[in-house]
C-alpha cells in the first residue's frame, strides 16, 4: 500500500461521500492507485457508519471502523494509524476543511526528503471567537510547555510509515496528533494550504469542550503550572515574612499598634484561595496519573469492513 488517509468522523454525515469523492479525483490526477480510505466513526449519533458501510461495500479501498462510542478525535485519529498499512499516511479531519486536492502538495513536499509534513492554513475560515481562543491557547500552551507551536497548523500531514510506528508505540490517554510528532524530534516541514469552511453541520467543539482538551494537552505535556505555584507560594511567604517582621519592629520599638482584623483577613481569603487551587491542580495532575496507571485500551471497536483483524 502506497498512499493510506485517516479520517475521523463525528457528525459528519453529509460530508463523507463528498469527500470520498473528491480524494478519488485528488489520487487520479496524481496518477496513484494503490491507496486506501479509513473512515473512524466516533460514535457518531448522526448516521455517519450508515455512509461509511455504503461506501465501503461500493469500494473495497475504503475501510471503516466503528468505534462503541465517542472516544475523541485524537483516539480516533489513533484507531486509524494503528490500521493503516500505506508507506505514507495522511490525516485528515472529515469536515472537508482540510482541502483534499492540497494532498498533492503535502505528498511532493514529503517527497522531497521530509519524513513528516504538515499543512499550514495560511488564511483559517473558522469562526473570529474560535480563532481568537487558539491564539490565547497557543500563547499560554508555548510558555508552559516551552515549545514553539503554530496554531495555523492542525491535524492535516502526511507520515512516513515509520513515524506512524513510533506514535503506535506511545499509549497515553491524553493524545495529541501534532504533539506527539513534536516530542519525537523529527524534522517537520510545512506547506501552505487552503482552508475552507465547513461543508455543512457545525462544530462539535464548544467553547466548554475546547477549554478541557486545551487543559488536558497543557497538563499531559508539562510540570510547569506545579512549578509556576511553588514559586507564587514562596513569594507570598516571603512578603508575609517581611511584613510580619515589619510589624514586629513597629509594635516594639515604635510603640505603632498592628491593624485591624480586616487586612488579616483579606489576607487569609487570598492565602487560602491559592491553596485550593494548587491542590485543585496537584488533584488534577493525580487523576491523570490514575488514568493512565489503568492502562485501559485507547479506544474499542464495535465493527471494522475491509479490514484485517
Given at each position: 500500500?502506497?498512499?493510506?488517509?485517516?479520517?475521523?468522523?463525528?457528525?459528519?454525515?453529509?460530508?463523507?461521500?463528498?469527500?470520498?469523492?473528491?480524494?478519488?479525483?485528488?489520487?487520479?490526477?496524481?496518477?496513484?492507485?494503490?491507496?486506501?480510505?479509513i473512515?473512524?466513526n466516533d460514535?457518531?449519533?448522526?448516521?455517519?457508519?450508515?455512509?461509511?458501510?455504503?461506501?465501503?461495500q461500493?469500494?473495497?479501498?475504503?475501510?471503516?471502523?466503528?468505534l462503541?462510542?465517542?472516544?475523541?478525535?485524537?483516539?480516533?485519529?489513533?484507531?486509524?494509524?494503528?490500521?493503516?498499512?500505506?508507506?505514507?499516511?495522511?490525516?485528515?479531519?472529515?469536515?472537508?476543511?482540510d482541502?483534499p486536492e492540497?494532498?498533492s502538495?503535502l505528498?511532493?513536499?514529503a517527497?522531497?526528503?521530509?519524513?513528516?509534513?504538515?499543512?499550514?492554513?495560511?488564511?483559517?475560515?473558522?469562526?473570529?471567537?474560535?480563532?481568537a481562543?487558539?491564539?490565547i491557547?497557543?500563547?499560554?500552551?508555548?510558555?508552559l510547555?516551552?515549545q514553539?507551536?503554530?496554531?495555523?497548523?492542525?491535524?492535516?500531514?502526511?507520515?512516513?510509515?515509520?513515524?506512524?510506528?513510533?506514535?503506535?508505540?506511545m499509549?497515553?490517554?491524553t493524545r495529541?496528533?501534532?504533539?506527539?510528532?513534536?516530542?519525537l524530534?523529527?524534522?517537520v516541514?510545512?506547506?501552505?494550504?487552503?482552508?475552507?469552511?465547513?461543508y455543512?453541520?457545525?462544530?462539535?467543539?464548544?467553547?466548554?469542550?475546547?477549554?478541557?482538551?486545551?487543559?488536558?494537552?497543557?497538563?499531559?505535556?508539562?510540570?510547569?503550572p506545579?512549578?509556576?505555584?511553588?514559586?507564587?507560594?514562596?513569594?507570598?511567604?516571603?512578603i508575609?515574612?517581611?511584613?510580619?517582621?515589619?510589624?514586629?519592629?513597629?509594635?516594639?520599638?515604635?510603640?505603632?499598634?498592628?491593624?485591624?482584623?480586616?487586612?488579616?483577613?483579606?489576607?487569609?481569603y487570598?492565602?487560602?484561595?491559592?491553596?485550593?487551587s494548587s491542590?485543585?491542580?496537584?488533584?488534577i495532575y493525580?487523576?491523570?496519573?490514575?488514568?493512565?496507571?489503568k492502562?485501559r485500551?485507547?479506544y474499542?471497536i464495535?465493527?471494522q469492513?475491509n479490514?484485517?483483524s
Amino acid at each position: 500500500m502506497h498512499i493510506s488517509v485517516v479520517t475521523p468522523a463525528y457528525k459528519c454525515s453529509e460530508c463523507i461521500e463528498e469527500l470520498y469523492k473528491r480524494l478519488i479525483h485528488t489520487f487520479n490526477n496524481m496518477n496513484i492507485n494503490d491507496y486506501e480510505i479509513i473512515f473512524i466513526n466516533d460514535g457518531s449519533p448522526d448516521n455517519d457508519w450508515e455512509v461509511i458501510r455504503h461506501l465501503c461495500q461500493k469500494d473495497s479501498k475504503v475501510k471503516g471502523i466503528n468505534l462503541t462510542r465517542n472516544f475523541g478525535q485524537h483516539k480516533a485519529i489513533a484507531a486509524g494509524l494503528d490500521f493503516a498499512q500505506g508507506e505514507w499516511v495522511i490525516v485528515m479531519d472529515c469536515d472537508l476543511q482540510d482541502t483534499p486536492e492540497e494532498i498533492s502538495k503535502l505528498y511532493y513536499k514529503a517527497l522531497e526528503g521530509y519524513d513528516v509534513v504538515f499543512g499550514r492554513r495560511y488564511e483559517r475560515k473558522d469562526g473570529v471567537f474560535k480563532k481568537a481562543f487558539s491564539n490565547i491557547f497557543n500563547l499560554v500552551f508555548n510558555y508552559l510547555v516551552e515549545q514553539k507551536t503554530d496554531n495555523a497548523v492542525a491535524n492535516f500531514s502526511i507520515l512516513n510509515h515509520k513515524i506512524v510506528d513510533k506514535i503506535k508505540e506511545m499509549k497515553e490517554s491524553t493524545r495529541s496528533h501534532a504533539l506527539f510528532i513534536y516530542w519525537l524530534g523529527y524534522e517537520v516541514a510545512y506547506v501552505d494550504v487552503n482552508h475552507s469552511k465547513r461543508y455543512s453541520g457545525k462544530s462539535s467543539y464548544n467553547f466548554r469542550k475546547s477549554f478541557n482538551l486545551a487543559l488536558d494537552f497543557a497538563i499531559s505535556q508539562s510540570n510547569k503550572p506545579l512549578k509556576i505555584f511553588v514559586k507564587t507560594g514562596f513569594g507570598i511567604s516571603l512578603i508575609a515574612f517581611i511584613y510580619g517582621i515589619n510589624l514586629i519592629i513597629k509594635y516594639l520599638i515604635f510603640k505603632v499598634p498592628v491593624p485591624g482584623w480586616t487586612s488579616i483577613m483579606v489576607s487569609l481569603y487570598f492565602i487560602a484561595g491559592l491553596l485550593l487551587s494548587s491542590m485543585g491542580l496537584l488533584g488534577i495532575y493525580i487523576g491523570k496519573i490514575f488514568d493512565e496507571v489503568k492502562r485501559r485500551p485507547i479506544y474499542a471497536i464495535k465493527e471494522q469492513i475491509n479490514l484485517d483483524s
